[in-house]
């Protein structure tokens, strides 16, 4: 194996990353959470301002580091979080618009999925950071103070412990935990070689990136998880149903600090105690009630449309009755924003359709005729 060994560092490498903190422009927390606002971020206090306050302390800290000189064991270490909450709430969202419009730091979004299907035996999890030496245009000091997502990071559960959970009877393999037990070297503070191109080959060459300085945030909708609290509470907690039935449990759940906070919740889940355990706070997101699913829709997808049809000429209108029709349907699908989309699109498709097929059209408007909706063009 070639290793392209970086430490101890270099004086240019050390001096680019001076020059690339000295010109990191750092808001306020509180100033992040307008700018997140500004860019359509809807709902989310507890999770927005907690994330906020996790970019505010990374950078803050990078910056006392290696512009201020100071000595890493008086600085608080480097922090990981993890995102809790139903489908479609805006944890995927959270970390794109944050690290992609608010905070111009190297980072990458991992969906983990393709981790669990392959297992130990498959693809290298060092390889997370060799997406993240990408983001930072192979400049591996930069790379090292970056932020990485695991998405869909609840996908990694052990398929033993989750069946024996879901009531599935038996099973096959462990393929997880494989998983797993290599995350926990990432996410603590070690030398990682990792591939500087990313090929399924154990002879590709490496350089070692120190996850020190890099923070981590996993997100995961977890479902399943709030039956199986209820279950060790002795009790069951639904969307509005008690008792949830046949082990099935809601999708638009909402946790609690407290409800997130045992690792042995997670433990049942199928995670191993000691992954959960190398993240600093477990942060819960809430599903979208109706006043933020009514602000979505109306403040971005229906815009999102409204533009489109305008580069046609066409105006777009939607009535207040459909607005509320449409926020009604998306809740009973439970997928939050997205239910909002994929419920828009349903009624707009046709409209669309007409529209676009009848040149002259200048006006497409959705309205309610006897509980049905209905386009009118004009
Ligand atoms: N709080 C929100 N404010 C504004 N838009 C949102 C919000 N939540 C979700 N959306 C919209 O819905 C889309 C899907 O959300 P997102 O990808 O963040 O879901 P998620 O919570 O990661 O769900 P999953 O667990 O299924 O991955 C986003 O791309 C965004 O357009
Ligand atoms: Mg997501």
Known sequence: MLLLKQTPKPDDEYRRLQHFLANLY???????????????????????????????RHISRLKKLYLHRIDPRLLPKKNNILFVGPTGCGKTYLVELLFQKVIKLPHVIVDMTGYSETGYVGQDVNSVLTRLLY????????????????????????????AV???????????????QREL?????????????????????????????????????AFSGLKGHIGRLKGEYIGFGRTPLEK???AI????????????????????LPELIGRFDRIIPFHALGENELTQILKEKVSKRWAYEF????????????????IIKKSITRET?????????????????????????????????????????LS
């Open 135 to 162: 983001a930072a245009d192979m400049d591996p000091s930069l790379a090292a103070i970056g932020i990485v997502c695991l998405d869909e990071f609840d996908k990694l559960a052990s398929s033993h412990n989750r």
């Open 336 to 376: 939050g924003a997205r239910g909002v989309e994929a419920t828009c699109i349903r009624y707009i498709e046709d409209a669309a359709f007409e529209a676009y097929s009848s040149p002259g059209t200048k006006k497409i408007r959705l309205k309610m005729k006897n509980d049905e909706v209905e386009y009118e």
């Open 310 to 325: 305008g580069l046609h000429d066409i105006q777009f209108e939607i009535d207040e009755e459909v607005v509320r029709h």
């Open 26 to 56: 750092v808001s306020t927390p509180r100033q992040m959470v307008e700018s997140l606002r500004q860019e359509g971020y809807v709902g989310q206090d507890n999770a927005v301002k907690a994330t906020c306050l996790f970019a505010f």
């Open 165 to 179: 959970f879901a009531g599935a009877g038996t099973t096959k393999d462990v393929s997880g935990l494989g998983v």
């Open 252 to 271: 638009a759940v909402d946790y609690s600090d407290e409800e997130v906070e045992p690792v042995r919740n997670f433990q049942q889940f199928g995670f």
């Open 247 to 249: 082990g099935i449990d």
């Open 184 to 220: 926990l070297k990432l996410l603590e503070s070690s030398d990682v070689p990792v591939p500087v191109e990313l090929s399924h080959s154990d002879y590709a060459p490496r350089t070692v990136i120190s996850t020190e300085n890099i923070s981590f945030i996993a997100c995961g």
